[in-house]
């Protein structure tokens, strides 16, 4: 639905086709730095911003940013200011600059949606190097696991990086990325995976046309782990064995939490469980991917522009540090769909209660983001709440039925939607969805309920409960055809996109798993041989396979009941463990075949993550095991397949706090590639 409908603030973008008063003017009256001109590489820079409206506004700000001889790029997107006496504030934009020295140009852009005003400002700001003469320099940062490394320049056309050891020796040396040279200017890293309160060496290595130069060789030391916050305690159950991955020897573990009230720091550990690198953010935080430039895509929480939720509504990529390097947030998404003519991403309190039937809104990012697209582009996956009729997916209440799917985003490099699939305009059946599915278990999803998004329709005059859908919760970009894999937990399916790199229909290629398009060569007699309520699904070695993913097995080790328990192929045993399975996959004969399915001895009802390390032998996150009555854990494994079976042996594992994913990988620059 998308009649305007005032309701307070929130109707922003609903009203922006409504005429302004012709006086009607955005004014910016203040935009200054803390602490000013002129300050180091690595400072932190806080902008303040005031302005004024002759509309009601409300205000939202954005800010850009220019490198030295560069072109303005999002850092931060349009987000809702407060106001006070009249004039509005934009939320702290903090600013710290990591790359090269220079004249940086920052410009803010403050806009009022709902009259479609806007005004704008630049200012530029000096920023210095940190290396005044022919030594490299190494600083603190925000992290005192985190070193700023920077070097004197290195000639055009060559390429630099950092070679790091403990002094000890006690650990290998690891590398960071190459990085072009770009003189005159200096050259920075942020240096990351460093034990606390540990002296390393470091020194750079500077490459052209097969030759390497080695720089100077300077000490930094680690400070130890702050106090203020709650670090997991992470066991060693299992030592790494001799048939272990000996090059993957990091792991870094996402620790969002399922019921633990304890708001822990994701860390990254070695495969003793010391502390090699930490993140921290309250509220909620997930740590959705590592990426390949040693960067990280987060999903966080904070204020946005719908009050009634807080709720994962930041999209945030972050370096090695913490600072953020870019970030949108629902609302300002929420505004790009309709300006595409997407009828059911708006904002979600725009509507009379109750809401009438066809009504929808996006409501929180949740679960998945990959930035492995071409072009560097990002996909996200977001929920979309929306009012059905009656008697939709069997309810019985002769209410209108609140049913909760997914709508997947990709945003270009500066977080700008580009393209989405909404899971409600396939709905058609097959090959499609089928909005008269249920999903496999029927869960359902109330107001503030632990493992659901906000919910933002219910109310009277509507069905009690909403129906959980999809509930997607993984995605991979497939590069050999370009299209889109996900993964729905509650429909026990992982799916194809045509997305073809954004010339694609959108439309579902193919569903694999039970009741699907797809049937399992099951090669050993497997009593059930597919997946159910999977996670971390990936097309292993570049997209030429297997697929590999975390098997919950929710359905499988349900009873035989449920909305599909009669079907035949979803009736539930009512016993087993969760799995960690590889697949072959036919997609000519729309056959798959395992490779492996071997039974990990616990249960995990929800999170996991599934990864193929680099000398053939799997990783696996068991992401919430209940131990006993007051304790829950996550395990992360190492398997080694057993030849001629479905079955691997465990050669490391590792116990930690309840959370979602892992990965085992060689280090922070080299993150896996599904």
Known sequence: MRTPLVRFWCVIGMLAGLSAPVSASVSIRFFTPSPAAPQVIGTTITWA????????????????????????????????????????SAQPFLWTPTGIEGAYMIQVVVKDFTSGESASQTASFQVNPLVTGSQPVAAATGNPLVALFSAPSCPSGSAMRINFQQQSKATPATNTNYAPCHPPSTMTFEIGGMHPGATYEMFSETSNGGTTVHGPTITFTTGALPKSINFPPVTVTMPRGPSADAADKILLIDLSQFGDLTNYADVATDLSGKVLWYYYANPTLILVRPLKDGTMLTLQSGEAWNPASNTLQFLRQIDLSGNIIRETNTGVIQQQLLAMGVTDGGPCNIFPKPAPVGSACLGSFHHDAIQTLPNGYTAVIADIEKISPPGTQGDTSGLPVDVIGDIILVLDTNFQVVWYFDAFEHDSGAPQLDITRRAVLGPTCVVNQQGCPPIFLLGTGIAPAALDWLHANALYYWPQDK??????????????????????????????????????????GDPWPWFSAQHEVGIENLGAGPMSLFDNGDTRVSPPTGPHSSSGCMPGLGKGDSRGMALIINESALQVTPVLSDDLGVYSSAGGSAQLLSNGNYFFMIAVVVVSISNEASYELEILPTAGTPNGMEVLNIQAPVGYRAWQMQSLYKPPTT
């Open 483 to 524: 299209d889109i894999v996900w993964s729905s937990k509650n429909q026990d399916w992982v799916m194809k996109i045509d997305y073809q790199d954004g010339t694609g229909t959108g439309n579902i290629l193919w569903r694999m798993g039970p009741c699907g398009d797809y049937t399992l060569n099951n090669i050993y």
């Open 49 to 88: 911003v005031h302005a004024t409206d002759t509309n009601p506004g409300p205000l939202t700000f954005q800010f850009n940013v220019a490198p030295p001889g560069g072109s303005f790029a999002l850092n931060k997107d349009f987000n809702v200011g407060a106001q006070r006496s009249g004039i509005w």
